[in-house]
Antibody
């Protein structure tokens, strides 16, 4: 069964850092593109970042460029999102998703919640 | 950056009605558009990729069409389990922006 399980969400202080993790199983992780998407409860989806499967090229939303870093460890089937210089507006549920380039995000995790407060 | 818009922002329809949701891109994105369904408390689910490719397991009442800058998601006969928010997403190149969503409920 294809599965994604996020972890690492927590309460953090403004200006602080967090690292989110996403454990993947049931598919060939090393060649799969992956993405992070966030959602403020009751609001719409915001694409955050994507990592291509074969070239490891990275893409970021303007709102997180320079503060967030997406990465992967293929030996552990793990995807990460390093969140630095956190702001109140980063408060959201963060989903990781398996990505089929040019097609869409075909498998989603259940999400992990980040709350940023002073 | 290319902006994505959706209309309407919400709609209420009767069971059995035909429902159409529109997604527009501010620039041409070819057919690199996906549609998602999100029910309360759940992660989104990919319904349609590449404008019109219905994903395995998705009921045949869902269909997608369009190209360039104008796209539609159609539910041919609305069912109670279709109550959800629907999002489009561009996938031609980064950033992979989502539309603001269309909330569908039953009248």
């Amino acid at each position: 069964e294809v599965q994604l399980l996020e972890s690492g969400g927590a309460l953090a202080q403004t200006g602080g850092s967090l690292r989110l993790s996403c454990a993947a199983s049931g598919f060939t992780f090393s060649t799969s593109a992956m993405s992070w998407v966030r959602q403020v409860p009751g609001k719409g989806l915001e694409w955050v970042s994507s990592l291509s499967g074969r070239t490891d090229a990275t893409y970021y939303a303007d709102s997180v460029e320079g503060r967030f870093t997406i990465s992967r460890d293929n030996s552990k089937n793990m995807l990460y999102l390093q969140l630095n210089s956190l702001r109140a507006e980063d408060t959201a549920i963060y989903y990781c998703a398996k990505t089929v380039w040019y097609n869409g995000l075909d498998v989603w995790g259940q999400g992990t919640t980040v709350t940023v407060s002073s | 950056d290319i902006q994505m818009t959706q209309s309407p922002s919400s709609l209420s329809a009767s069971v059995g009605d035909r429902v159409t949701i529109t997604c527009r891109a501010s620039q041409v994105i070819s057919d690199y558009l996906a549609w998602y369904q999100q029910k309360p408390g759940e992660p989104p689910k990919l319904l349609i990729s590449a404008t019109s490719t219905v994903q395995s397991g998705v009921p045949s009442r869902f269909s997608g069409s369009g190209s360039g800058t104008h796209f539609t998601l159609t539910i041919s006969t609305l069912q109670p389990e279709d109550v959800a928010t629907y999002y489009c997403q561009k996938f031609n190149s980064g950033p992979f922006t989502f539309g603001p969503g269309t909330k569908v409920d039953i009248k």
